[in-house]
T-cell receptor, first 115, second 113 residues
Framework: NAGVTQTPKFRVLKTGQSMTLLCAQD?????MYWYRQDPGMGLRLIHY???????AKGEVPDGYNVSRLKKQNFLLGLESAAPSQTSVYFC??????????????FGPGTRLTVL | GENVEQHPSTLSVQEGDSAVIKCTYS??????FPWYKQELGKRPQLIID?????GEKKDQRIAVTLNKTAKHFSLHITETQPEDSAVYFC????????????FGKGTKLSVKP
């Protein structure tokens, strides 16, 4: 099993450009998440999904959109990149059984620089 | 909403010493508290977690304690080794969430040989 994978690993954008980050998981997890990690700020939730076709906003959703057309994939889009979106982006997935939350598994990250 | 405070932000210890990282949370309804370790340039990985129905959990050199009354939980690493050097994050499950974790800002642990 590959676990959680992310594409691309690195990307440099110019202000105003758009791009899509792809997250894929092969663990049949229902739940998927997108985080951004900035120095000294920990991991902040951007958007999440509790199943195919569903998405919801997290703590810092502005400037991002997401889609979950297939259970195994979760896409993060930047329509008009800004320098403030320079960050490392992590995708994660997990599953729950009733009210019991299980471990979140993280992808390797995407380092995005916006000039 | 839920807020998680983590201290200290940096911690330096000698090899063989113990290290303790503390976190407090604001939502008394939180019931799941994982700890993640992140090595430089790598992804966060779960090292231990605790649920609100227990007060302590151990896994070899790592232990976590939870005080629900005071709303704080701590990570204890004994007999530290250089490979324990990393950033450690605590997290708490947000109220009414669907697996959504709120993370502390991290502690950079350095273990000096």
């Amino acid at each position: 099993n590959a676990g959680v994978t992310q594409t691309p690993k690195f990307r440099v954008l110019k202000t105003g450009q758009s791009m899509t980050l792809l997250c894929a998981q092969d663990m049949n997890h229902e739940y998927m998440y997108w985080y951004r990690q900035d120095p000294g700020m920990g991991l902040r939730l951007i958007h999440y999904s509790v199943g195919e076709g569903t998405t919801a906003k997290g703590e810092v959703p502005d400037g991002y959109n997401v889609s979950r057309l297939k259970k195994q994939n979760f896409l993060l889009g930047l329509e008009s990149a800004a320098p403030s979106q320079t960050s490392v982006y992590f995708c994660a997935s997990s599953w729950t059984s009733g009210s019991f939350v299980h471990e979140q598994f993280f992808g390797p990250g995407t380092r995005l620089t916006v000039l | 909403g839920e807020n998680v405070e983590q201290h200290p932000s940096t911690l330096s210890v000698q090899e063989g010493d113990s290290a303790v990282i503390k976190c407090t949370y604001s939502d008394s309804a939180s019931n799941y508290f994982p700890w993640y370790k992140q090595e430089l340039g790598k992804r966060p990985q779960l090292i231990i977690d605790i649920r609100s129905n227990v007060g302590e959990k151990k896994d070899q050199r790592i232990a976590v304690t939870l005080n629900k009354t005071a709303k704080h939980f701590s990570l204890h690493i004994t007999e530290t080794q250089p490979e324990d050097s990393a950033v450690y994050f605590c997290a708490a499950l947000a109220r009414g969430s669907q697996g959504n974790l709120i993370f502390g800002k991290g502690t950079k642990l350095s273990v000096k040989p």
